[in-house]
């Protein structure tokens, strides 16, 4: 298609374009056309084949191979249900020796308790907790207690303790003096808490004791006890 010469620049590059486009459509059209041909041949192939064996089909198939079935793979290992872990218990301390000194008479019961609670596989009966609490017993008073103990057993052939409830009201009866919290009073409010020739951790262990059995709970009066019982160098 020939256009005149006066025809404007415009209106010439889009009919340019238009007859280039057509073109490209039409030669698309013939490629789909042989695309469809080709297909529909093969297809027609494929349908007189299977005609064919409908027809005629084949005296016997092929037996199938006689192979084993493949082996049923087994689950990844992080799938493997994971076997429990037995929690470790951090190693326990036994109660130190016990030898009557008064202020440290609440500790070993309080440690003694401890043990029981946090380990109370280790003893099979009531009478095993107390016998073992009883192997610390060491030095004045608390081992002439301890042997009065066994020979209660001996004379009467019954342990005179059958429980740890009444293990600790006994222990608490010979050890632990009644007026405790006076006695602790009496203590903070003189001068024979004060640190003296001890090193800062005895004397703080002490002090806390004290504290504990006077039921002092204010903490500008302990702050004030405390430093007052410290020695002079270390005050500041």
Excluded at 39 to 57: F, K, R
Excluded at 211 to 216: E, F, K, P, Q, T
Aim: with cysteine; charged share 20%; net charge neutral.
């Amino acid at each position: 298609m020939s256009l005149s010469s006066d025809t404007p620049q415009g209106v010439a590059d889009t009919l340019g374009y238009l007859q280039h486009h057509l073109q490209e459509l039409t030669e698309r059209q013939h490629v789909s056309e042989s695309n469809i041909n080709s297909t529909l041949a093969a297809l027609t192939a494929q349908l007189q084949q299977l005609t064919q064996l409908v027809a005629n089909p084949p005296l016997s198939l092929p037996a199938a191979p006689n192979t084993p079935p493949p082996p049923i793979p087994s689950p990844p290992a992080s799938l493997s249900p994971a076997l429990p872990t037995r929690r470790t218990r951090p190693k326990l301390s036994c109660p130190l020796d016990f030898n009557r000194e008064r202020h440290n008479s609440r500790a070993f019961l309080n440690s003694c308790s401890l043990y029981i609670r946090l380990a109370p596989e280790q003893f099979q009966d009531e009478q095993e907790r107390i016998l073992w609490a009883l192997t610390f017993f060491k030095g004045g008073r608390a081992t002439k207690w301890s042997e009065n103990i066994f020979r209660q057993k001996v004379n009467t052939g019954i342990f005179p303790i059958q429980t740890w409830g009444e293990f600790e009201q006994q222990f608490q009866l010979h050890f632990l003096p009644a007026n405790t919290e006076a006695d602790a009073i009496n203590a903070l409010e003189g001068t024979s808490y004060h640190q003296g020739n001890r090193t800062v951790d005895d004397y703080l262990d002490s002090f806390q004791a004290l504290v504990s059995d006077a039921g002092y709970t204010d903490p500008q009066t302990l702050v004030v006890k405390f430093r007052r019982g410290l020695r002079v160098g270390i005050q500041s």
